[in-house]
Structures are given as structure tokens and as C-alpha cells.
């Protein structure tokens, strides 16, 4: 009497190796990339630190230098960073006034 094993269909086992990349992936993004997702991007800073700056009357510095914007780390630095490196990041820095122009600032 000849037995007859359990066969799995070649598209079940393409959808189960699937299954365990999603799953790898997911693992690997929750474990090893949680770190990254608290940084924010220059964009982001900026309108974040236009933001704290307007909330304080549009005083202090013209450049924005004195404006530090949480999670701001563009290059990997272990420090957050100031509203003045996201405005020459985004070319908003040409003359003395034209961050706290593109602020909104007077």
C-alpha cells in the first residue's frame, strides 16, 4: 500500500514565504527603526520652529539661531538643533531678516 503525503500547492507556498517576509519586516521596523522615527525632516523643523518663534512675539535672533527645534537632527547629531540650520538647509537664510521674513516675522 503506497501512502500519500500532504502536498502543498506551489502558490500556497509562495503566499506563506510572503507571509514570513511581512512579518520580518514588521519585526525588524519596530525593533531597529524605532529610533528614526522621532527625528523630524527639515521641512518639518522649519515650520516647527516658525512656529515656537512666532509664539514668542518674533523676538530674539534674526537668523533663527536661538530658536531650538525638538527632535531636529538632520546630519545625525546628538543634539536637537536650531530653526537658523533648517532655514540654510532650505535656502531661506540670503540675508539677515530673510528667515524671520519667511517665518512670518515683521
Known sequence: ????GISLPIEMMVIIAIAVLVLVVIGAFFIG???KLSTVDDLTAFGQGCQQWRATGCSGTVDGSGIIVKNYRPTGESSDQSLKLACERLSKLDSANSCKKACGCP
Do not use: D, I, Q, V
Not at 500500500?1 to 500519500?4: A, D, E, I
Open 33 to 35: 527603526g524605532a529610533g
Open 1 to 4: 500500500m503506497k501512502l500519500k
